[in-house]
């Protein structure tokens, strides 16, 4: 049985562009979630989507959007690139929003 | 902001030794969760008590859960080198916004 997977693994973005995470969650879990982690510090929530709607907000600024797909998939999108959004982006599926969360690897931004 | 805050915040100690961990939290919640996670990379989930709960067991892990006191302890018996990590607690909050609050962890160093 396949874990949640992200992709990509690494990359590297210069200000002001735009990226596009992905996230598949376990086969079955309708709840993703997504989180920031800057080195040295915990992840910080982002959005939680459940059957496609958005359940829950961090406090991010509108550069941070996300949508879930049919199949429970996920995007992160951020616009307009800063140098403090380099961090880890973890993606977390579940089968409902209160119970344990399954981590993908999580995807490395830079940004230059 | 971070709603858990773990201690300590670093902690080595020698394999076969017992590993406590303490978390605090600021709100009312429905669980609190605990994760490991190596090298940077994505968590593992552990063990999750609900706020009905006061302790829970799993193989080796101890967790306590003290409402009153917003407070839970992670304890780790006989460690091992391979235990080695960063744990972290996790909240959700109780008014239903489906939020995930992580702590600041505390990187465990388990010496062979």
């Known amino acids: 049985d396949a874990g949640v997977t992200q992709s990509p693994t690494h990359l590297i973005k210069t200000r002001g562009q735009h990226v596009t995470l992905r996230c598949s969650p376990i086969s079955g879990h309708k709840s993703v979630s997504w989180y920031q982690q800057v080195l040295g510090q915990g992840p910080q929530f982002i959005f939680q989507?459940?059957?496609?709607?958005?359940?829950g907000r961090g406090n991010f600024p509108d550069r941070f959007s996300a949508r879930q797909f049919p199949n429970y998939s996920s995007e992160l999108n951020v616009n307009a690139l800063l140098l403090g959004d380099s961090a880890l982006y973890l993606c977390?599926?579940?089968?409902?929003?209160?119970?344990?969360?399954?981590f993908g690897p999580g995807t490395r931004l830079t940004v230059l | 902001s971070q709603q858990g805050e773990e201690d300590p915040q670093a902690l080595s100690i020698q394999e076969g030794e017992n590993a406590t961990m303490n978390c605090s939290y600021k709100?009312?919640?429905?669980?609190l969760q605990w994760y490991r996670q190596n090298s940077g990379r994505g968590l593992v989930h552990l063990i999750l008590i609900r706020s009905n709960e006061r302790e829970k067991h799993s193989g080796r892990l101890r967790v306590t859960l003290d409402t009153s006191k917003k407070s839970s302890s992670l304890l780790i018996t006989a460690s091992r080198a391979a235990d080695t990590a960063s744990y972290f607690c996790?909240?959700?909050?109780?008014?239903?916004?489906?939020?995930?609050?992580f702590g600041t962890g505390t990187r465990l160093k388990v010496l062979a």
């Open positions: 989507y459940y059957e496609k709607e958005e359940r």
């Open positions: 996790a909240t959700d909050l109780s008014s239903g916004t489906y939020k995930y609050i």
């Open positions: 709100t009312s919640i429905n669980n």
């Open positions: 977390a599926g579940g089968t409902a929003s209160y119970n344990e969360q399954f």
